[in-house]
Structure formats: structure tokens, C-alpha cells
């Protein structure tokens, strides 16, 4: 299962419109923000990696005026860390990632007073990347870039999911990469404060897990990043699978 997550993972950077090839390791590197969750690199599994490709990666990254950042499933590359420790990378975070199938999916009911829905107009896109870049503690402001971005994940089978109030207050939104090899990543699950501790979070989750599913999506994989994110994500039949490290110099 690791490697076909880390597998998903590159294909997914390469669907980005200017992906970069950096010997073992493809890189999303954006123009438009220097966020780091953005802008970051993978290894290709099985690959050999030495010091030098390292610092190949550090020089592009540096070039581009951006933070060099990588992200991976740790078994994938078991013995990449130790080169960019000794390159000067810290450990940021290593998280367990959850899997779900559609034999394991449980449906979360929508709480009452809200719609989901998946945005089919630029400003219900809008709406969506707003709350939840609200929900994430960020300035609430769409820009053309990222409903771009939206848009072209959706026409290519991405799943986005919008909810809503019945009097069309955007509460949150979920989003999922369009299945590579079968596999998907769920993401960007955000509800706006005023509407938490509802339910809206787990059912945004079942329902872009459910999309995906529907679409032919063998697998849905996400990460939690707190204890009740946690609780949520496995109520609705997502599994602990494997362990994924973020790293940057």
C-alpha cells in the first residue's frame, strides 16, 4: 500500500501545470504562491537517491525563490532522510495517513439546514476555497489562481465538494485529487467555526469519499491532523495504513 500511495503522490504533482523533474524527484513549484503546502517535491519510489540529487533539488527550489519542502511516504524512500538531515532538512511533522474503501465507507448524515453540493460555477468555487481558507485561519479571499486550479481538477476527475447553508452561507468544503492508479487523496476538509461540532466535517468527508467511489475510485487516502479529525475520519471508515514524513531545509 505504501508504495502505491507514494506512486499517487507523484502522479499528482505531475498533473500540475509546470511540474518539475529533478533527477529522483518531482517537484510542484508555483509562481503564484510561495505556500509551502504548495510548493514542495517527492521521490519516485525505487529510485536511487544520492547527496547530489539533493542538491540538485535544494539549487531548483532555491532558483524558483522557494522553500525547498519535501513530502513522502517514509517507506518509500527508507533512506532519503538521512541525506537531507545531513543536507540541513528538519523533520516538520511525520504523520500516519488513513485509508478507505468502499466496503469500509460509512455514510455520515448532512446536518440538518445544510446542502452539499459540487461547485459547478466559478463563484461557487469561490465560495468553497473561501470558507475554507477561512476555516484554516486564513485571509477568506479566492483567488483566480486557485479557482483555476479547482476548475481544472474537476475536469479532469477531481472531486470538490461545497457545503452550504438553505440560505447559501458557505460553511465549508473537501476536495480529492482525480484517482491516479486507482487511488485518490482526500483534502482541504474545512468547515468555518460558526458551524463546527455539527457534523458538517464528517459528512463533507463521506461525500467526496462517496463521489469517488461512485467515479471508480479503488481507494480514498487523507491525513488527519488532530485528535478529532481523527475521531471523525475513522467513524466514517477510514483506516490507519502507513506513515508519511515532512521535511524542509
Not at 536511487?48 to 517514509?74: C, H, M, N, S, W
Request: with cysteine; hydrophobic share 40%.
Amino acid at each position: 500500500m505504501d508504495l502505491r500511495i507514494q506512486r499517487s503522490v507523484v502522479s499528482n504533482l505531475r498533473t500540475r501545470p509546470k511540474p518539475v523533474e529533478i533527477g529522483p524527484f518531482v517537484a510542484g513549484l508555483d509562481p503564484d504562491t510561495a505556500s509551502t503546502s504548495v510548493n514542495y517535491a517527492t521521490p519516485q519510489p525505487g529510485v536511487t537517491i544520492t547527496a547530489a540529487d539533493v542538491a540538485a533539488l535544494v539549487e531548483t527550489f532555491e532558483q524558483a525563490g522557494r522553500k525547498p519542502r519535501l513530502e513522502y511516504v517514509i517507506s518509500a524512500a527508507p533512506e532519503l532522510e538521512d541525506l537531507l538531515r545531513s543536507a540541513g532538512f528538519t523533520v516538520e511533522a511525520r504523520h500516519e495517513y488513513l485509508i478507505c474503501t468502499p466496503e469500509t465507507l460509512v455514510l455520515s448524515r448532512v446536518p440538518s439546514g445544510f446542502v452539499l453540493e459540487e461547485p459547478g460555477t466559478d463563484r461557487e468555487r469561490a465560495g468553497m476555497i473561501s470558507a475554507q481558507m477561512e476555516a484554516f485561519g486564513e485571509a477568506p479571499q479566492a483567488t483566480e489562481s486557485a479557482i483555476a486550479g479547482v476548475r481544472r481538477s474537476q475536469e479532469r476527475g477531481g472531486i470538490a465538494l461545497v457545503a452550504r447553508t438553505l440560505d447559501s452561507v458557505w460553511a465549508g468544503g473537501g476536495q480529492a485529487s482525480a484517482p491516479q492508479d486507482g487511488l485518490s487523496e482526500v483534502g482541504g476538509i474545512a468547515v468555518r467555526e460558526a458551524f463546527r461540532r455539527l457534523g458538517l466535517g464528517g459528512a463533507i468527508t463521506a461525500g467526496v469519499a462517496r463521489l469517488l467511489f461512485e467515479r471508480g475510485a479503488e481507494i480514498a487516502w487523507l491525513e488527519a491532523d488532530g485528535e478529532d479529525s481523527w475521531r471523525v475520519y475513522e467513524r466514517i471508515g477510514f483506516r490507519p495504513a502507513g506513515k508519511r514524513l515532512y521535511i524542509s531545509l
